[in-house]
């Protein structure tokens, strides 16, 4: 095992600096706290098919530009860069994944890379309106979360998480932005993920901006959390034999701070109206920290 944390981010919004490059900064950093962290990023929405045998053939492959055929030009390109937190160092490393849908080779994939976690973003893309490179995404998931490595689906994730497990995926006929209360299940607030950091067992708050939802909770999940505009907030996996598994879906976004918000603003990434729906406190950075605190547990 590695001395350093090791997390693959399937990075969905590089074209975003504020919530794409900056939210993965938020998902890290409660990381960084505990000590040395590696961020191993794969951009399946950009990258070729091709592209996708010489991570099955040679395992950790860095992602170069060729590899790349759909890369948004919008944002300049990099390899890898480190990242300071107080006056801990992170590197930030682009790779090539295998671009199939089958969960065993993609599970050998992942266990010969020595993660500690998985984390897929938010996107611009929307599960219900079906891409290619979605089937390989999802299959990363879905091999993630049943092997028990800790894994958490965000916003976008979430659905492609609860689809790639058996779930149905709608699309609204308008956007949901704003802060809402996730009011938590039996089950939900006993949740480690959701209530480590509160007292409140009842209900969390957090950042919501999407137009699919989650209509169904797959067979081998348990439903944590819902709120009064969207029916499957948060979900956590289960194994065959029903054990909960380190591996969850939130359809909102923890990585969404207030400097976060107030910056995508500034760079007219988000309208004024979302802007002003987004005021608020929310329980991100405290879910974030929960999660960082399962990894390393679960580390030993």
């Known amino acids: 095992m590695s001395d350093s944390v090791r997390v693959l981010m399937v990075d969905l919004l590089v074209e975003r600096a504020a919530f794409g490059h900056g939210g993965n ?24 098919f091709e592209a ?42 682009r790779i090539v994944m295998p671009m199939h849908e089958d969960d065993e080779r993609m599970s050998e ?56 497990l058996g779930g149905k995926v709608e699309r609204a006929e308008k956007l949901s932005s704003g802060i809402w209360d ?20 009842e209900c969390v708050a957090g ?7 989650v209509m169904t909770v797959p067979d081998c999940c348990t439903l944590l959390g819902l709120t009064s ?16 598994l380190p591996a969850w879906g939130i359809q909102f976004h923890p990585e969404a701070t207030r400097a976060r918000i107030e910056r995508a603003y500034g760079w007219g990434h988000i309208s004024e109206e979302v802007f002003n729906s987004m005021k608020g406190e929310h329980d991100g950075a405290g879910i974030l ?9 679960q580390r030993g």
Not at 31 to 44: D, I, N, R
Not at 182 to 201: F, K, N, Q, R
Not at 207 to 213: K, L, M, P, R, T
Request: hydrophobic share 40%; charged share 20%; net charge negative.
């Open 25 to 48: 900064q938020e998902v890290i950093q409660p990381f960084a706290a505990h000590g040395s962290v590696e961020l191993l990023l794969v951009t399946p929405q950009m990258q070729s």
């Open 52 to 93: 996708g045998a010489k991570a099955e053939a040679q395992g950790e492959v860095t992602l170069e530009e060729i590899d790349v055929p759909h890369w948004d030009d919008d944002y300049p390109f990099w390899q890898s860069t480190t990242v300071e937190f107080g006056d801990q160092g992170v590197d930030f490393r």
């Open 109 to 164: 994939w992942l266990a010969a890379l020595d993660l500690d976690a998985v984390v897929c973003s938010g996107s611009r893309r929307n599960v219900s309106i079906w891409e290619d490179w979605m089937g390989p995404a999802g299959s990363l998931l879905r091999a993630s979360a049943l092997s028990g490595r800790p894994t958490l689906g965000i916003c976008f994730g979430h659905q492609l998480l609860c689809h790639s």
């Open 182 to 201: 996730v009011d938590l299940t039996d089950a939900g607030g006993s949740d480690e993920l959701l209530t480590s950091h509160t007292e409140d067992v």
């Open 207 to 213: 950042v919501f901006s999407h137009q699919d939802h």
């Open 229 to 244: 505009h969207n029916g499957v907030s948060a979900v956590r996996v289960r194994d065959a034999d029903g054990t909960d």
């Open 289 to 297: 920290s929960s999660f960082a605190d399962i990894v390393h547990s």
